[in-house]
Structure formats: C-alpha cells, structure tokens
C-alpha cells in the first residue's frame, strides 16, 4: 500500500512539473508552428442558441476567443472594436490580458469600453456603433481573453462564421443549438483547402450542430480585391421554417422568401414622389421616349457624374 501512495505521489509531482513546463514552452511552439505572423487566436468559439421567449424568436450567440502575441509587432492587436446596431447589441462583454512574469501570468482586467456611433465616409447614415478598447501590458508571450454575448433581433441576420481572419486561428469551432420545432439548414463556401468537422448531436429538446477547424491560416488581403465571401471560407446557417404554438411559418426556405421579406420593408417607403425630385427626373430624361434610353443614356450617367463630382 505504502508503495502504491508512493508511485500515485510522484506520478502526481510528474504531472505538476509538466503543468509548470507547458507555461513555458506554449510561446516557442506557437512561433514555430506560424513563423510568419505576429499574433494567433489559440481559440475562436461561437455558440448561438435558438429559443423562443414569449412567443417570439430569439437568436443569443456567446463569443470566446483567446489570443497570444508572438511578435513585437503582435502588440499591435491590443486594439480591438467590436460592431453593434439596432438588430445586434452586445453585452456581457469582459476582456483581459495576461502579461507574463516569470512562469506565472499577471492579469489585468480590461474596465474603459467606450461606446460610440459609427459614423464613416457612406453615402447613408445608419444607427451602427462600436465599443472598443485596449488589452494592456501585452508583449511576446503575452495573452488575450475576451468574452461576449450578442442578442439577434433579426432571426434573418444570424449564422455567418469565417474559418478566418486576420490572424490565424489554431483552435475554431461554431456552434447552433435549435429546437425541435425550428428546421435550419447550412452552406459551405470555400472550402476545399481546409478540413472541416461536422457533429450533429440529438437532444430530447433540441439539436446541436458543430463544426471545427484547426490550424487556420490568416486571410491575406489585397487591394482592390472583392468581399472576403467570394475567396475565404465560411459557413452560413439560416432558419428555414418553424412551427411555434402550431402554426408553421416559413422565413428563408428559398431566395424568394429572403425577397419577399426585403421587399415588405420598402413597398410603403416613398408612396408620394417629392415635386422637387421628380422635376429632377424629368430634366435627366427630356428627349427621350424608349424606356430604357432613358436609363442607360440619362439617369445612369446624372447618377455617374454626381459620383465623380462626390469622389
């Protein structure tokens, strides 16, 4: 007996050296891993859970993300902004870093968020914001932590995951959790060059789909290039119908629903023409009687030059 408490102590002492090594040993492993960046997400989750609350759908998706600094220039990621709106606030959001001292870590908890509107160079005001801050003491080694829930008003907009970003990303995983009486389906794009994996658990109220990426490369952008949709991969989950309180209701099961929806936001936008537009109108297409003259040799090119004038 005396024997075994003996092999269980230094089995134990083992472990705790190894436990103590690995503190070490993470910074060197990640540099070796990605020579060519300056920082690395360790962990980049998503959880969306699908409920109804009050008879209404409610979309609640909980952010986890981890990052460490490889390089000098790595620090540079201690500035983050995250993106809110009418249909997407963000709560609970915490944040901190852990500067390293020795073969222990100093925490530092992230307290100024500062809210502000987003107003940039569009052509249309729109009621977006951001809340951003600063990680502090982060220098090679050091680590990241951030935590965050955003509430969906929009059932419509949720369900986009980049296996991407501008940093590479070692550990990912996106995950939906719907009910029993709601039908979602999903789209793979651009991913062919990376693996994948795909879990699809059963619960008795719900179902859980999942799905994992590791050793993610960072997006390297160009100038000029088009939306990151056409090249990176991303997944895209949408809600196809649903059935709440015995009644069945479709949302996106075609291109035509997403269409009718669009289209129910503007059919009563600009039921009267303004006499001051339309005397604008009227200028751009004098001369003209095809209908489609009128468009391609008057409206498009006042439009065009009102854009050169404008850029």
């Not at 859980?208 to 290039?225: F, M, T, V």
Request: neutral net charge; aromatic residues 12%; charged residues 30%.
């Amino acid at each position: 007996m005396r024997e075994r408490k003996r092999e269980i102590l230094l089995a134990f002492i083992l472990c705790f050296c190894i436990g103590l090594n690995a503190q070490e040993i993470p910074l060197a492993d990640y540099k070796l891993k990605y020579p060519n960046d300056d920082a690395v997400f360790l962990k980049k989750k998503e959880n969306t859970r699908i409920f109804f609350d009050d008879g209404k759908m409610k979309v609640e998706s909980t952010h986890e993300e981890e990052m460490m600094v490889l390089t000098e220039k790595g620090v540079n990621y201690g500035e983050r902004e995250l993106s809110e709106d009418f249909f997407v606030k963000i709560e609970d959001l915490k944040a901190r870093s852990y500067e390293p001292d020795g073969k222990k870590f100093r925490k530092k908890e992230v307290t100024d968020f500062k809210r502000q509107t987003d107003v940039g160079g569009d052509s249309f005001y729109d009621d977006g914001s951001t809340v951003s801050f600063i990680f502090a003491g982060l220098v090679p080694g050091a680590k990241t932590e951030m935590t965050y829930k955003e509430n969906i008003n929009e059932p419509r907009f949720f369900g986009a995951a980049f296996f991407a970003s501008y940093i590479p990303i070692d550990e990912f995983e996106y995950t939906v959790e719907v009910p029993k009486n709601v039908t979602v389906n999903y789209k793979l794009f651009n991913t062919e060059k990376i693996k994948v994996e795909f879990t699809k658990e059963e619960k008795k109220k719900s179902t859980i789909l999942s799905w994992k990426a590791h050793g993610l490369l960072r997006i390297k952008p160009e100038s000029s290039a088009p939306s990151l949709r056409y090249t990176e991969p991303h997944l895209v989950v949408y809600i196809s119908e649903y059935n709440n309180n015995g009644k069945d209701s479709v949302l996106l099961k075609t291109p035509a629903d997403l269409y009718r929806w669009y289209s129910s936001l503007v059919k009563d936008v600009n039921r009267n023409a303004s006499p001051a537009l339309q005397k604008i109108v009227d200028s751009l297409v004098t001369g003209e009687t095809d209908e489609f003259e009128k468009v391609k040799k008057n409206i498009l090119l006042g439009a065009g030059q009102n854009f050169l004038h404008r850029f």
